[in-house]
């Protein structure tokens, strides 16, 4: 704690104890730290990665099966059920593992039970990136370049924005330079048939 509580960001030690301190940083941004024992992890994990209601909603659902939950543990009886990670505790419940994105008491829950749970997107979904900036206005690379890195990440497309010149801040294009841009990226489409480039334009 008092690494925590004695970082250089840290403009105000709002609260210091052994397990829990909380500071404000000189961004005026609040941070809580926690520590909890080994076997409280999974149980602390859930509880902080969850809105109040989803967490509200978690307990009464507990209840009805005269079990009590909260960060510290899932007891039935008095007894702690342990649980080896987040899964546990929602298997022990007959529910899918709940995302945390989706943990907003939105419906969440029953999804769960009911093993209808949304697929979230994942990183190996996303298959393009949108909105760059490139030399033609206030980027620092080429179109052409730009656009060999991201199909050396994998990416099938990209979109190009350049900004017009109603943004003269950052570089606009005038017409002329407009029509440069996008003979470029014609040209460029032309010559890789696999990636595809979008034309954009940012006012």
């Not at 009886?77 to 546990?88: F, P, Q, R, V």
């Not at 730009?146 to 943004?167: D, P, V, W």
Request: hydrophobic share 35%; net charge negative; glycine share 6%.
């Amino acid at each position: 704690m008092d690494f925590f509580t004695g970082l250089s960001e840290a403009e105000d030690i709002i609260a210091r104890g052994e397990t829990k301190s909380s500071i404000r940083l000189k961004s005026g941004i609040n941070v809580d730290i926690r520590t909890v024992d080994d076997f409280q992890y999974p149980y602390a994990l859930h509880h902080f990665t969850g809105s109040k209601e989803h967490n509200t909603a978690m307990r009464t659902a507990a209840k009805k099966d005269n079990t009590k939950m909260n960060e510290y543990g899932l007891f039935k009886n008095g007894n702690l059920i342990k649980c080896s990670d987040e899964a546990d505790i929602f298997n022990f419940f007959s529910m899918d593992w709940i995302p945390p994105e989706l943990r907003e008491n939105y419906g969440e829950i029953e999804a769960a039970k009911n093993k209808t749970l949304p697929k979230l997107i994942e990183e190996k979904d996303i298959k393009g990136i949108f909105h760059i900036h490139t030399t033609h206005s206030d980027g620092n690379i080429s179109i052409e370049h730009a656009c060999n890195y991201l199909q050396k990440m994998g990416f099938q497309y990209a979109g190009i924005s350049e900004h017009s010149r109603t943004a003269a801040y950052a570089g606009g294009l005038k017409d002329d330079d407009i029509n440069r841009y996008l003979e470029e990226i014609d040209k460029l489409n032309k010559k890789c048939a696999s990636f595809k480039i979008f034309k954009g334009i940012e006012s």
